[in-house]
């Protein structure tokens, strides 16, 4: 049995959906709330599903699992509960640790690109104490994420037990098909989407600083298609273990995007440039890409999914279907 925590939401679900296809049985570790989140399961058959507070009694009942994916988290870049983020984003993920660690089982972990800041000391996915000490997120999500990092990295350095196969993963900016429940947190394809569903130009943030025109932000934008063959790559090579980048490893500015967006509509591009929110100034990246040579290294070989085709499919696949759902 797999365990997927955060298995109802955005990759969690792509996740839970691949596994399913190859005929495992998957545990979701989750909470459905509103009714929304539960469509993002209904097309797999799953063993069940917990909510976090639950599993002290799942380990009591010494349950036979095949490997753990930790991809539950309080995942908004302007969340402010400290308390909370920490109890959820680190807290958690180190008892999973440590329960993993116990029963000798594999143990992979949602790291994200968060933890870089505004990538001025660069995006190497690199698990030394020293490195990842000298990294500055810009918000408290991306410190829950870094502190976990470190807190692996030092367990490491001490000897301490740790699970049989351990992988941290730096999520870059990930879109595609079961977002809709991310709300403000959705990829931007998904937002301009619907702004140009609506009859609206695709809107963009101006720039507030003088090395970046209007638009001209560029982000590494990752299908979640391949986030999930990473995570399955991983699983299906077990001597495998440290932290990595998931990326497509090319960043493209924002209107590339937009631009792909069109392009998947058909249409031609009418886009707008608007100022950016006050909460997210100062807290902006500006730039990312994901260097991509560690997990290369390692053996993995899948190419990345190019921005034109991975929105393409997006927009005519999902977006436009009337059941968006994996």
Sequence with gaps: MYVVTGGAGFIGSNLVAALCDRGAEVLVVDRLRDGVKWRNLAKHGIAGILPPEALPGFWAADPPVTAVLHLGAISATTATDGDLVAQTNLMLSLDLWAECARRGVPFLYASSAATYGDGALGFADDENPAALAALRPLNLYGWSKLAFDRRVADMLARGRPAPPQWAGLRFFNVYGPNEAHKGRMAS????????????????????????????????????????????????????????????????????????????????????????????????????????????????????????????????????LNPDPHR
């Design 188 to 319: 931007v394809v998904f937002h301009k989407f619907h702004e140009v569903a609506r009859g609206e130009p695709a809107r963009l943030f101006r720039s507030d600083r003088p090395d970046y025109a209007d638009g001209a932000q560029r982000r590494d934008f990752v299908h979640v298609e391949d986030c999930v063959a990473a995570m399955l790559w991983l699983l299906d090579n077990p001597r495998v273990s440290g932290l990595f980048n998931i990326g497509s490893g090319t960043a493209r500015s924002f209107l590339d995007l937009v631009r792909a967006l069109f392009a998947g509509l058909g249409q031609n591009d009418r886009i707008d440039f608007i100022d950016m929110p006050p909460d997210l100034r100062g807290k902006y990246q500006y730039f990312t890409e994901a260097p991509m040579a560690k997990l290369r290294a390692a053996g993995y070989d899948r190419p990345a999914t190019t921005l034109e085709d991975g929105v393409g499919r997006y927009v005519r696949d999902f977006l």
